[in-house]
Structure formats: structure tokens, C-alpha cells
């Protein structure tokens, strides 16, 4: 069964520096992955998604991450963290069997920026 | 693009009563999906459907809760009768297809179970 890891319940960064939120997931086929951000009282909001290809992959607010599948990771980060980047970020996959797939969140991890 | 639409936005209910959460999912979506996400944790699936069938249910706790979506548009969900442990957000996503496309999420439903 395929499953999602984020290690850290949270991240805490100053202002302008780089951050990383880490993901690791078990699928026993090839994934589709996807980070989603949630904003207190919100819903998830999808920021980026790999298919194939680019193992680097650019999505919404600066944010970016990086498939490798040696290490069965997708790790999110940014160059330089906003205060306002502060909010719940899960991680999820999909393995596609046949016409049919499933989304599995992990628990997500909570990044906290300081000015 | 409107986006998905749920409600209500907060219920608080007794233990034991009965409960309906109703979603609206982007025009065009075939795949629709409920998701319990208790407070702390990732959301958890509970059901999906492709059109208006179900394509799985696994971990619904069906003695409890059943869920429908009639014309393959709106879902419902419902939980007769209510846990305390039933606390949650129950968040409802659309997706275009199932595979590489993205799911969208409406703002959920806060259920509070006293």
C-alpha cells in the first residue's frame, strides 16, 4: 500500500533564509506527488505537483521541490522564506492503478518563519 | 473558475444525533472525494467517487457513515449516529480525472461532537 512520511511535525526558519520541508513515500509503482499548504481555519491549497520528467519542479509562491527516486523522497523548499509562508504543509501521493488511484496525505508539518 | 463549495461551514451536535454535509465539487470534475482530518493530523480518505459511482470506500466506517453522490455532481455525506471521536474537519476535493491531475479542496466543515 502506498504511504506518505513527513519527518518533522515542525520547521522553524528566520526570514530570508532558505527552508526545506522534508517527504518520503512508499508506492510500489510510479508516483504522482503533490505538496498542498493549509492556512488556519482553510482548506488545502495545492501548490505543486511531479509526473515525470524534471526531477525540479516549480509551483506556486517561489515555492519548488525535488523528486529523487533513489531516495524515494519529495522535498519541498523556497531560496528565502517569507513570514507569511507560515502555515501547515502536507505532502501527498497517488499511485495510479489502472483508472483508479487514491490521494494519501502524510501528517503534515508545520513551518513556522520569524522575522 | 468557481471553486468547491461546502457546507455548512461549522455544526456542533450531541452525541448519538445525526449529521449531513453537503459538496459541491468544480464544474467538470468526474472524481469527488471526502476526507476526515481530525486535529494534528493529515487528512484521511473516506470515500471516493468517479462519477457517481464509488471507486473506494475502504476506510468509511460504514455502520455510521454513508455517503452518496446522485447525477455524478453534488455529494452528501452523513454520519448516523454520531462519536464523540467523529470531531473533525471533513473536507470535500474535486479532481478533473483520477492520475496526474491535482485534487482541489472546498474550506471543509468543522463537526464538533459534545
Known amino acids: 500500500a502506498q504511504s506518505v512520511a513527513q519527518p518533522e511535525d515542525q520547521v522553524n526558519v528566520a526570514e530570508g533564509n532558505p527552508l526545506t520541508v522534508k517527504c518520503t513515500y512508499s508506492?510500489?509503482?510510479?508516483?504522482?506527488l503533490f505538496w498542498y499548504v493549509q492556512y488556519p481555519n482553510r482548506g488545502l491549497q495545492f501548490l505543486l505537483k511531479?509526473?515525470?520528467?524534471?526531477?525540479l519542479v516549480k509551483g506556486s509562491y517561489g515555492f519548488e521541490a525535488e523528486f529523487n527516486k533513489s531516495q524515494t523522497s519529495f522535498h519541498l523548499k523556497k531560496p528565502s522564506a517569507l513570514v507569511s509562508d507560515s502555515a501547515l504543509y502536507f505532502c501527498?501521493?497517488?499511485?495510479?492503478?489502472?483508472?483508479?488511484?487514491?490521494?494519501?496525505f502524510g501528517k503534515g508539518t508545520k513551518l513556522s518563519v520569524k522575522p | 473558475e468557481a471553486g468547491v463549495a461546502q457546507s455548512p461551514r461549522y455544526k456542533i451536535i450531541e452525541k448519538r444525533q445525526s449529521v449531513a454535509f453537503w459538496c459541491n465539487p468544480i464544474?467538470?470534475?468526474?472524481?469527488l472525494y471526502w476526507y476526515q482530518q481530525i486535529l494534528g493530523q493529515g487528512p484521511k480518505l473516506l470515500i471516493q467517487?468517479?462519477?457517481?459511482?464509488?471507486?473506494?470506500d475502504s476506510q468509511l466506517p460504514k455502520d455510521r457513515f454513508s455517503a452518496e453522490r446522485l447525477k455524478g455532481v453534488d455529494s452528501t455525506l452523513k454520519i448516523q449516529p454520531a462519536k464523540l471521536e467523529d470531531s473533525a474537519v471533513y473536507l470535500c476535493?474535486?479532481?478533473?480525472?483520477?492520475?496526474?491531475?491535482?485534487?482541489?479542496f472546498g474550506q471543509g466543515t468543522r463537526l464538533t461532537v459534545v
Open positions: 511531479y509526473i515525470t520528467g524534471d526531477n
Open positions: 476535493a474535486s479532481s478533473f480525472r483520477v492520475g496526474n491531475t491535482e485534487a482541489f
Open positions: 501527498a501521493v497517488r499511485e495510479v492503478v489502472g483508472s483508479q488511484g487514491n490521494l494519501i
Open positions: 464544474s467538470g470534475h468526474a472524481t
Open positions: 467517487f468517479q462519477n457517481n459511482g464509488v471507486v473506494d
Open positions: 508506492v510500489s509503482g510510479n508516483p504522482y
